[in-house]
């Protein structure tokens, strides 16, 4: 399978712990982006990476949140001291090129804080 | 900044039949793009359709038909010959464009559809 991959696929901690997600575009695909998506909502940008660089941040990425993509390749997610607020699915989607294109997106990983 | 409306929570089609999920959307720039995705149960956003603003023709890919009116700001989703498999929510999204250049995807709150046999 040579899609976008995502691990764990689910994830339950509690509230005040750090977690981590990682993400693994197509391999030719140097465009990375997180989406953060609720109950009964569409996903929502969170970041964007084109090859490492951080380029874009949504606000809606807090302090508590960092991403990183150290060698252009997979791409981690980290949530400090979760909230219950923090309770969503983080998708991961890659690009060859511009958005243009299609965005292809994993399969997401489900973040219950309890 | 763009928005992206979908008024129908749910819709019920039976198989075999055709389907359109609305999409009506807001923007001032004059270039943008528009795409439909699916999400089964499963989680996973799968790609169904694009269109640019500036084409002239529908898309379409398959079964699934964009019927695009750019005047009424609208980008319905058509379903030809639905299948249980179709049973997902579909999302509308639109090409947002930044200063960096990257351009990305705002969607709309999605259509959950039922395909009954």
């Known amino acids: 399978d040579t899609g976008v991959s995502q691990d764990p696929r689910h994830k339950i901690t509690k509230r005040g712990q750090n977690v981590t997600f990682r993400c693994d575009p197509i391999s030719e695909h140097n465009r990375l982006y997180w989406y953060r998506q609720t109950l009964g909502q569409g996903p929502e940008f969170l970041t964007y990476?084109?090859?490492?660089?951080?380029?874009?941040k949504s606000r809606l990425l807090s302090d508590r949140f960092s991403a990183e993509r150290p060698k252009g390749s997979f791409s981690t997610l980290e949530i400090q001291r979760t909230e219950q607020g923090d309770s969503a699915m983080y998708l991961c989607?890659?690009?060859?090129?511009?958005?243009?294109?299609?965005?292809?997106f994993g399969p997401g990983t489900r973040l219950t804080v309890t | 900044a763009q928005k992206i409306t979908q008024t129908q929570p749910g819709m019920f089609v039976q198989e075999k039949e055709a389907v359109t999920l609305d999409c009506t959307y807001d923007?001032?720039?004059?270039?943008?793009?528009l795409f439909w995705y699916k999400q089964p149960s499963s989680g996973e956003m799968i790609f169904l359709i694009y269109q640019g603003s500036y084409d002239e023709q529908n898309a379409t890919e398959g079964r699934y038909s964009l019927n695009f009116q750019k005047a009424r700001k609208s980008a319905n989703l058509v379903i030809s010959a639905s299948q249980l498999g179709d049973s997902a929510m579909y999302f509308c999204?639109?090409?947002?464009?930044?200063?960096?250049?990257?351009?990305?995807?705002?969607f709309g709150t999605g259509t959950r559809l039922l395909v009954s046999p």
């Open positions: 999204a639109m090409r947002e464009p930044s200063n960096t250049g990257f351009q990305k995807l705002v």
């Open positions: 923007t001032s720039d004059q270039s943008y793009g």
């Open positions: 989607a890659s690009t060859e090129r511009d958005a243009a294109y299609e965005q292809y």
């Open positions: 990476f084109q090859n490492e660089a951080q380029l874009e």
